[in-house]
């Protein structure tokens, strides 16, 4: 039975909103002085859960334990998106850390659990780099090569500037741990609009990504009569409807797409496109529902083309890779909803991507979501009412109980 202390938790998440605050939320990107601020306040928490900290040299903060047993991993991170809320990845940082502080305490539980801090999860800099140095994604040359996104500032300057250039950065000894668990706000409407308070995050959506391209012919908007056009920037107007008009049929339960970006060349008032080309993302769970839709997206796409008389290349930029989260895992995290939070949760599956599928690829691996009010995030509103979160954390540390005693 867990006794954590619900002041304790709110204090330490308090005291991180203060730094880098910005209105009601945080602007702490990766590297930035508030961000190295953040990590050198948890590297000072860790003590309290008898766990020795280290911050490495890629700006992971890991809390180790000197104790015998079975070890759980547990973390999410501490920068921010620029401008944004004061929950996403500090929530998950200090269940964590109350997590380790009432276990690690405790004589009648086994073994520990550690506490992490991943580096760069909101992709300042790349590609979940924190996590994937952890489990040995990341070499040398792509730290050579990544930039900060805002300001181009490369990565080996932010790493000297922060004292943590030269330093070895942590990787997972194999075996070590019985998994990895995360909470985070939900950063939807799910819970919220059912009145649940815990998610029982079964997987984490693969990300598909799409450049489709219309060629036409350029030429001039006020002599080229209307039936002479082959305007690529319409062909791609008519992709867009006809892509909302037809993927619900073939698309799954929780299917999402969109159009993130629209380019015409060479875009000018004047010039009917003779290019256009947009940018198209796919999530989903399921790779045979993404690759029925892909087919789908395909057959559309030649239809428009041949209608529009213009030559057209779907590419597939990026596949994505599900990462299914442990069926114990989804278990004990149920089985603690049931005893701290009266039943009320939900099995669902993330949308949004998280430290938890690149730890997935070498342990069992979890995640608990709590509601996020208005589904609102990556925006300063983000918020969660204090008694979900001290009820989270409830659930939490059962869960971690649960885990390291069977
Ligand atoms: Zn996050």
Redesign the pocket.
């Known amino acids: 039975m867990p006794n954590i202390s619900g002041e304790r938790l709110l204090r330490d998440l308090y005291e991180l909103r203060k730094i880098g605050e910005y209105k009601t939320g945080v602007h702490r990107p990766t590297f930035s002085e508030p961000h190295l601020r953040a990590l050198e306040w948890l590297a000072q928490k860790l003590p309290q859960a008898s766990l020795a900290a280290e911050i490495d040299g890629i700006g992971n903060v890991l809390g180790t334990s000197a104790e015998a047993g079975p070890k759980l991993l547990a973390g ?2 501490l920068e921010s998106q620029n401008f944004a809320g004061w929950l ?2 500090p929530l ?1 940082v200090v269940y964590a850390l109350e997590a380790a502080r009432v276990i690690n305490s405790d004589p009648n539980i086994q073994g520990a659990v550690e506490v992490a801090a991943w580096c760069d ?2 992709g300042h800099f790349g590609h979940f780099l924190g996590s994937r140095s952890y489990v040995g994604d990341v070499t040398d040359q792509d730290i050579d090569a990544a930039r900060d996104r805002t300001d181009n500032r490369t990565m080996r300057a932010a790493l000297q500037a922060a004292g943590l250039a030269g330093r070895p950065r942590v990787t997972a000894e194999r075996g070590r741990h019985v998994g990895y668990l995360e909470a ?2 939900e ?1 939807g409407r799910t819970l919220e609009g059912s009145r649940l308070a815990i998610g029982v995050v079964t997987s984490i959506v693969g990300i598909w990504q799409y450049q489709i391209t219309f060629t036409g012919e350029q030429n001039h908007a006020g002599t080229t009569r209307m039936k002479d056009r082959r305007d690529a920037g319409l062909a791609l107007a008519r992709l867009c409807v006809a892509i909302d008009d037809r993927f619900p049929a073939r698309s799954g339960p929780r299917t999402v797409w969109t159009t993130g970006r629209i380019a015409l060349d060479p875009g000018a008032p004047s010039i009917i496109p003779g290019r256009g080309e947009m940018l198209f993302q796919v999530r989903d769970d399921d790779p045979e529902i993404v690759e029925r839709l892909e087919a789908l997206l395909r057959e559309i796409a030649t239809e428009i083309a041949v209608a529009s008389r213009c030559g057209v290349d779907v590419k597939r930029l990026r596949t994505g890779s599900p990462a299914m989260m442990d069926d114990r895992f989804q278990r004990a995290v149920e089985e603690a909803a049931s005893d701290f939070a009266e039943g009320r949760s939900v099995r669902m599956p993330s949308g ?1 991507g ?1 430290d938890a599928q690149v730890l997935a690829t070498i342990m069992p691996a979890g995640m608990l979501f709590v509601p996020s009010i208005g589904g609102i995030s990556h925006h300063w509103d983000e918020n969660t009412d204090d008694a979900d979160i001290i009820k989270g954390a409830e659930v939490f540390v059962e869960t971690c109980r649960r885990l390291l005693s069977n």
Request: charged share 25%; glycine share 16%; aromatic share 0%.
């Open positions: 999410s991170h996403d990845g998950g999860e909101e985070h706000i950063q949004a998280h």
